[in-house]
């Protein structure tokens, strides 16, 4: 049934969809966005997933349609795109490149070298500048994994990395890296802190031979090791340091919580084996147990079904370590939480798609979104991977 709703999906999907120069895009309220959070590059990634599972019909239409816009981009090189990995040049990379890899397509997997081979060249030229942001949503580290993902050479990706070492804050209990130093307060999640940039220089040290990195990185997860326990149990690390009134302590989401810090601990079980990474492995799992997701447990808590902060994330998680230990429960969970999100979907004339709520707005149920991060894209990405749980993940960060 989840394949049939993905399909669904990206029909609704392309009902939206914009004609523009080279192919199609999507809007990001008025304005077309390219980008990997919402734009183009999304719709890219999610029909990607969807392709590898052997999700068709509506799909390959977007997709294609999706993928001559980036190619056309990777081509012509435009003006008002940045170098943020979600919202610029690299993720349009990414996402070209992860297409390529799954349908074999040459002249994708060309742009998207194109598109790489611009942004090192760049980061090669640009002066050192110690304000930069670091995180992996808009900064350094994002560079770093689209830079690794696309084979880049040592000497810009050493250059990257050096420089987030040379940013680091020593805690007691080990780095962490400010978002940037206009932010005062130390998220230390995988989108915008110490979780993202460890991963991310701990991929460095794999692919170029730089043990010193991967220490860096060990360093930095015994120290969100030692953050997540919180009082009165569970495990997630802080949402905020120092917490802010009237924001939640912890978050479950990728973006925030153990959904997304659980990538870091599984890369360095793979590259420095230890029982203590299994364990923070295990912690993440159980706090996301003790979550209750995807109850609703009070006004503003687990109302989004996205990748970035909502249940889709989370689903797709668990079906990556369904693989890495064929443990069935796993897979059993990621069904239920499908379940709750196939009966939450919007049916339109055009298919499916689905609103997160803001309790906060009037009305509260948000516009439907086609993307990646927030919208369609990803939660019919996950929805098609869990109807064919052998599809091995399409980027092992997300």
Request: proline share 8%; charged share 20%; with cysteine.
């Amino acid at each position: 049934m989840t394949g049939d709703v993905a399909g669904e999906a990206f029909a609704w999907i392309e009902s939206v969809a914009v004609a523009t120069d080279g192919g199609l895009a999507w809007a990001d309220g008025s304005q077309l966005a390219d980008d990997l959070y919402v734009g183009t590059a999304s719709v890219l990634l999610g029909c990607t997933e969807a392709v590898a599972a052997g999700v068709d019909g509506a799909v390959l239409r977007v997709a294609h349609g999706a993928r001559d816009r980036l190619v056309h981009l990777a081509a012509t090189a435009p003006g008002g795109l940045d170098d943020g990995l979600f919202e610029g040049w690299p993720g349009i990379a990414v996402a070209l490149r992860a297409w390529a890899r799954v349908t074999g397509d040459d002249a994708a997997g060309k742009a998207a070298a194109t598109v790489t081979a611009g942004i090192a060249e760049r980061m090669l030229r640009r002066a050192d500048d110690p304000a930069r942001c670091t995180d992996i949503i808009s900064g350094d580290a994002g560079v770093l994994v689209a830079l690794v993902d696309g084979d880049a050479g040592p000497e810009v990706a050493g250059k990257l990395a050096d420089g987030l070492v040379g940013l680091a804050q020593e805690w007691p209990e080990g780095p962490h890296w400010q978002m940037d130093p206009d932010y005062e307060n130390l998220m230390p999640g995988f989108s915008h802190g110490t979780a993202g940039v460890a991963y991310a220089l701990a991929g460095v040290g794999e692919t170029h031979g730089r043990t010193d990195l991967i220490e860096i990185a060990v360093r930095a997860a015994d120290g969100l090791l030692a953050l997540g326990h919180q009082p009165g149990g569970g495990w997630s690390v802080p949402l905020l340091i120092p917490p802010k009134p009237g924001r939640p302590t912890v978050n479950f989401g990728w973006c925030h919580g153990p959904t997304g810090t659980i990538r870091l601990f599984a890369l360095l079980d793979r590259l420095r084996p230890d029982p203590r990474w299994r364990a923070g492995i295990d912690a993440c799992l159980q706090g996301l147990r003790d979550g209750r997701i995807p109850e609703r447990l009070y006004p503003g808590y687990w109302d989004n079904v996205a990748r970035c902060c909502g249940t889709a994330g989370v689903g797709q998680v668990l079906i990556d370590r369904y693989q890495a230990t064929g443990d069935p429960e796993l897979l059993a969970w990621s069904q239920r939480l499908a379940d709750d999100v196939v009966g939450r979907r919007l049916t339109t004339p055009a298919g499916v798609t689905w609103s997160n709520f803001e309790h906060t707005a009037t009305p509260p149920d948000l516009p439907p979104e086609p993307g990646f991060m927030q919208g369609t894209a990803g939660v019919a990405g996950w929805l098609a991977r869990l109807s064919a749980p052998a599809t091995p993940p399409v980027l092992p960060w997300l």
